[in-house]
């Protein structure tokens, strides 16, 4: 029996990026019959409870690169720096790990896919001769975005916020500067720079394998085709929505907010989670806090450590001793006058299984592309508070005509980071459950559920897309075996 084609997929760290690799990597062994190996990186830490690489199916494994320094970065360098510099100061242990690959699996490498902060590597799958992929766990939009990041340095001069015109990128409703990924925002940290070389690293792959789907990103979809039959961007594959499915009653420890959601009204209570690294500054989380009391509505909050310097301190790991409790730091009364309508959930949620509750009516996030599809999956609308990343590119689509499942007050240019008071929480927490933006948002959201079923379906839009990307692997296999 011939061996099994195997794939090597590089992962960066964070829920974000390793569920949805986990997922990919399952299809590709379950469905496709590959023989898949996930690479990590020993220096970058996953936040989360449990790993979704501790379950794989047989077929998948996991092998580490060993930890590298970071001692000479500045404490304050930006999060995207760190995770970079890490991919970029364990190339060569990835080289050697892909040469030990290639001499002793049967099949050797078919193919290298990256996540989509690890492009730099694929230049050292090229010098092996490995066709190389781009595993995009956000939305085109947001790939497109970045592809842009070198035009952007080199033809403006001013800071993204200040841009006069709307950035116009193709088939994508128009951005503001402002809502461009955070580590463009500012040209003189060092983290500009390597944005600008992510940009042109995306180029070495042979195509971009993205978490979405059509009735999302039609129009977006349509053009990067366009684009891509012209020879301006490798072709993408829409194979989206990867989600974490949700784990069956039967085989789960039921968390006990569950088990209070169970005896909650159907549709009446909002989940509030800013994802595994968001965190909100001390101010902002009693306003957040008192707001959600004074809207009256039901609620389920994952509460972080506040943090007063850093939105995404909780993915570093330094918001908080590990004996510091985060209820701690809400107003005080807050718990007992709540207690009964609201729900506090320390650090982490088992959030799919909460968004397909029936008693889950509403969804405050950060919009991460995970907890975005997660949301679209359940058919749940929300309420976007973006925080860093590529988050107020979701929240601009999210919020936009084309897909109208969320509700958005953009904060005015210039004054992001300002705290969004206890009156806005509570409007936008009333117009989400009960109000006529929030109905149009549900009856949107209910929409994107059915479209997200039908990409998912045998012989659907999924399927179909990896079924080509796999026969253009095979391709270039035979190419290389000719
Ligand atoms: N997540 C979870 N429980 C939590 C927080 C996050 O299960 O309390 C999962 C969530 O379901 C999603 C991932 O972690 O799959 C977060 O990814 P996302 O892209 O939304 O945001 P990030 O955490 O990368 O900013």
């Given at each position: 029996m011939a061996a099994a084609p195997h794939v090597v997929i590089l992962t960066s760290s964070g829920a974000g990026h390793v569920v949805p690799v986990s997922e990919l990597a399952k299809r590709l062994a379950v469905h496709h019959g590959f023989a898949v190996t996930i690479v990590t990186y020993a220096s970058l830490s996953t936040p989360g409870h449990s790993s979704p690489l501790a379950s794989l199916p047989p077929g998948v494994s996991v092998a580490a690169l060993p930890e590298v320094s970071?001692?000479?970065?500045?404490?304050?360098?930006h999060l995207v720096t760190r995770i970079l510099t890490v991919i970029d100061r364990a190339l060569p242990q990835l080289r050697d790990l892909l040469r030990s690959l290639l001499g002793s699996s049967p099949a050797g490498i078919t193919a290298f896919l990256t996540d989509m902060l690890c492009p730099a590597a694929l230049a050292v799958g090229k010098e092996m001769g490995l066709p190389g992929y781009v595993f995009f766990t956000s939305s085109l939009m947001s790939l497109l975005s970045l592809l842009y990041t070198p035009e952007l340095a080199r033809t403006t001069t001013c800071e993204c916020r200040d841009l006069p015109d709307p950035v116009l990128l193709p088939g994508c409703v128009p951005l503001h500067g402002a809502d461009l990924v955070d580590p463009v925002q500012n040209r003189s940290d060092p983290v500009y720079q390597i944005m600008i070389d992510l940009g042109l690293n995306y180029l070495l792959a042979e195509g971009f394998i993205v978490n979405t789907m059509d009735a999302l990103e039609h129009d977006t979809l349509v053009a990067f085709k366009e684009l891509s039959d012209k020879g301006v961007y490798p072709p993408a594959y829409a194979?989206?929505?990867f989600t974490r499915r949700r784990c069956p009653d039967e085989v789960m420890v039921k968390h006990s907010c569950l088990r209070w959601l169970d005896n909650q009204p159907d549709g009446s209570v909002l989940y509030v989670s800013f994802g595994s690294g968001g965190t909100l500054s001390t101010e902002q989380t009693g306003e957040l806090a008192a707001g959600l009391e004074a809207s009256g509505q039901r609620f389920l909050w994952v509460v972080h450590h506040p943090n007063d310097?850093?939105?995404?301190?909780a993915y570093l790991g330094t918001a908080a001793t590990a004996d510091d409790d985060p209820l701690r730091h809400l107003p005080e009364g807050f718990v007992e006058r709540t207690n009964g309508r609201g729900l506090l959930v320390p650090l982490w949620a088992p959030q799919v299984e909460i968004l397909n509750h029936a008693a889950v009516g509403g969804f405050m996030s950060h919009c991460g592309w995970n907890s975005t599809l997660e949301s679209v999956a359940a058919g749940v609308p929300m309420v976007a508070w973006p925080l860093y990343a590529e988050q107020r590119l979701n929240a601009v689509m999210l919020s936009s005509e084309r897909v109208g499942m969320a509700l958005w007050e953009r904060p005015p240019v210039g004054k992001d980071g300002e705290v969004v008071h206890r009156e806005e929480v509570a409007a936008l927490a009333r117009e989400l459950m009960v109000g006529e933006k929030g109905d149009a948002a549900r009856k949107n959201a209910g929409h994107l559920r059915d479209e997200a079923e039908i990409a998912l379906a045998p012989g659907g839009p999924q399927e179909r897309a990896l079924t080509a990307l796999v026969g253009v692997v095979f391709l270039h296999l035979k190419r290389r075996i000719e």
């Open positions: 970071l001692s000479d970065l500045p404490a304050d360098a194979v989206g929505p310097k850093d939105s995404s301190a």
